[in-house]
């Protein structure tokens, strides 16, 4: 079961985390990459004290302004997202360009684009941030 280096940057090129994520195969698509990193941290934060949660997928702009002041709205109970919902809401930004990945140093384009993992990838997730006005 290789174990991959996932970083997250912002635009710019700034390390603004590192995990380690374990999948089962040596390849697998953009789509399943995704999904096993939402997973992994929906399930870290689960197991965590702290309510807020961390990584890829963060609240709207609608659950941000129902919560202002919030860093994240979401709390442990009822009202908390679906595992599934963030899965798609991860795939919707990147298909919308919200975030791109670089699998050691190459940029897979689509969802269903098939990628080969070593043990010493590095998959980079770039988040753009979008433009004030436009």
Do not use: C, H, Y
Not at 34 to 46: H, L, Y
């Amino acid at each position: 079961m290789p174990a991959l280096t996932l970083i997250d940057e912002n635009a710019t090129g700034q390390e603004t985390g590192r995990q380690t994520l374990s999948v089962e195969s040596d390849t697998l698509t953009v789509a399943e990459l995704i999904e096993a990193r939402v997973r992994q941290e929906f399930f870290a934060w689960g197991s965590r004290s702290s309510n807020a949660l961390p990584g890829l997928v963060q609240p709207s702009r609608k659950e941000q302004a129902l919560n202002p002041g919030k860093k994240l709205p979401w709390k442990k109970s009822e009202e908390a997202p679906q595992v599934e919902d963030l899965v798609q809401r991860a795939w919707k930004a990147f298909e919308s360009n919200g975030f791109f990945l670089l699998v050691d140093g190459r940029q897979p384009e689509s969802l269903d684009e098939t990628i080969r993992v070593r043990p010493e990838s590095e998959i980079s997730f770039i988040k753009l941030t979008p433009l004030v006005g436009g």
